[in-house]
C-alpha cells in the first residue's frame, strides 16, 4: 500500500491519501483523543506523540501537529499506523454515530442558502487544502463559521474567511453583512 502525502498552506498540517474512502459525506474534525469514541483509527493517531488534531476528508487525512514537532520525527510513524490500519481491513468509523449532521428543518431559508453556498462553493476548494469550513450560525447579518483541519490555525485563515467567503456569500446573499470565524 501506498500512502501520498501533501503539505497544506499551514505548515503545522499534512494530508495523506491512502487510496480511499475515509469519511464519506460529511468531514470530521477531532480536536482530542476524547472525542474519538467511534473512530479506532482517530484514536490511534492521537497516540502518536504531538499530534494535536485528526480530520477526515472524504478521501483524506489532515493531522495537525504542535509547533514544536518536527514532521521529519512524526510523519514515519503515522504513515506506518495509517498503512498497518488499511492493510489489516478495519474501517475508519464503528459506527456513524458521531457524525454531525445540521437539522435542515430548523434553519431559515437564508441559512440554507448559506450552508448551500458554502457546501457547494468553499467547502470543495478548502477541502483541497486540507481543511473544512463548518457553519456555525447567522443573526444580524453575521455568519459565523469554524475552520476545521489544516485551515484551522492557518497563517492565511483570516485572508480566506474575508476576502474569500465572506466575498462569496455577500455576492449570493444580499442578507450577509460580515463572516466571522469562532
Known amino acids: 500500500m501506498f500512502i501520498q502525502t501533501q503539505q497544506t498552506p499551514n505548515p503545522n498540517s499534512l494530508k495523506f491519501f491512502p487510496d480511499q474512502k475515509i469519511s464519506p459525506g460529511n468531514p470530521i474534525h477531532f480536536s482530542n483523543r476524547e472525542e474519538c469514541t467511534h473512530s479506532i483509527l482517530a484514536r490511534k493517531l492521537f497516540s502518536v506523540e504531538n499530534v494535536k488534531e485528526v480530520f477526515f476528508g472524504e478521501d483524506f487525512i489532515t493531522i495537525t ?3 514544536s514537532a518536527d514532521w521529519e520525527v ?3 510513524e503515522i504513515l506506518t499506523m ?12 464503528e ?3 458521531d457524525k454531525k ?4 428543518a430548523n434553519l431559515s431559508e437564508i441559512e440554507k442558502q448559506i450552508i448551500e453556498v458554502i457546501n457547494t462553493k468553499v467547502r470543495p476548494t478548502v477541502a483541497m487544502d486540507g481543511g473544512d469550513i463548518e457553519y456555525h450560525s447567522f443573526k444580524d447579518g453575521i455568519v459565523k463559521l469554524q475552520m476545521r483541519g489544516a485551515c484551522a490555525g492557518c497563517p492565511s485563515s483570516t485572508l480566506t474567511l474575508k476576502q474569500g467567503i465572506e466575498s462569496l456569500l455577500k455576492y449570493y446573499i444580499p442578507e450577509v453583512v460580515s463572516v466571522e470565524q469562532i
Open 101 to 104: 449532521n445540521i437539522e435542515q
Open 65 to 67: 501537529k504542535v509547533n
Open 82 to 93: 495509517l498503512m498497518d490500519h488499511f492493510v489489516a481491513g478495519l474501517p475508519v468509523f
Open 95 to 97: 459506527s456513524t454515530a
Open 74 to 76: 512524526i510523519k514515519p
